[in-house]
């Protein structure tokens, strides 16, 4: 089974947040409430500095994940 690389996701316990998940590596959770990012697992390959720049790429992407999946939906 092939898995996208962002999944959109929500929980009714937390009725006001909406969550970006990755699937690839590195695996994280970026609550878009608050911008909050939960790692599923160290990046134990990457550096301080590395993990900063590939993180900024991936949020970035994360973000136009979301645009491009409300858009689709508000159509």
Not at 24 to 29: N, S
């Amino acid at each position: 089974m092939e898995l996208p690389k962002f999944l959109l996701g929500d929980n009714t316990d937390f009725p006001d947040d909406i969550f970006i998940i990755h699937l690839d590596y590195p695996r994280f959770i970026i609550n878009l409430k608050d911008d909050e990012v939960e790692f599923l697992e160290e990046a134990e390959d990457l550096d301080e500095a590395e993990l900063n720049a590939e993180m900024e790429g991936l949020i970035e992407k994360a973000n136009d994940f979301y645009d491009r999946e409300i858009n689709r939906y508000e159509e």
